[in-house]
C-alpha cells in the first residue's frame, strides 16, 4: 500500500536551517507530483511547495520563496524541503502528500487534490 513517512522536524532559532524528508513506498513515484504542506494550530492546512514527478518543475508559496527550496530524488523514493532562514511564522505541522492525478504537471493545487499524506512532522521556529 502506498506510504508516505516524513522526518527532519525539530526546533530550531529563527535564522536557522532544517531539512525535511518524505520517503514513499507502495507505487510508482516517478509518476506523481508531490507537494509538502503545512498546518497551524487553528489554520487550515497550506501548500508550501511542490514539485513535478521527473522534477523539472517547482512551485512555492510566495512566503517561502526564495528561503525554502523543494527536490526529489526518483531513484530513492524521497523528497526533500531544505528550509533556510526560518521565521517564527514558519512553526507549524510539516506533511508531504501524493497527487492525485498520474502525471499531473502544474500550480500545487488545494489538499483535496492530493490522495495520500503522511503523518506529519512538527517544525518549530523560536525567534
Known amino acids: 500500500q502506498v506510504r508516505l513517512v516524513e522526518s527532519g522536524g525539530g526546533s530550531v532559532q529563527a535564522g536557522g536551517s532544517l531539512r525535511l524528508s518524505c520517503a514513499a513506498s507502495g507505487y510508482i513515484y516517478k509518476s506523481r507530483y508531490m507537494a509538502w504542506f503545512r498546518q497551524a494550530p487553528g489554520k487550515e492546512r497550506d501548500g508550501v511547495a511542490g514539485i513535478s514527478h521527473g522534477g523539472a518543475s517547482t512551485y512555492y508559496a510566495d512566503s517561502v520563496k526564495g528561503r525554502f527550496v523543494i527536490s526529489r530524488d526518483n531513484s530513492k523514493n524521497i523528497m526533500y524541503l531544505q528550509m533556510n532562514s526560518l521565521k517564527p511564522e514558519d512553526t507549524a505541522m510539516y506533511y508531504c502528500?501524493?497527487?492525485?492525478?498520474?502525471?499531473?504537471?502544474?500550480?500545487?493545487?488545494?489538499?483535496?487534490?492530493?490522495?495520500?499524506w503522511g503523518q506529519g512532522t512538527q517544525v518549530t521556529v523560536s525567534s
Open positions: 502528500a501524493r497527487h492525485g492525478t498520474t502525471y499531473y504537471s502544474g500550480s500545487i493545487q488545494g489538499p483535496t487534490d492530493f490522495d495520500y
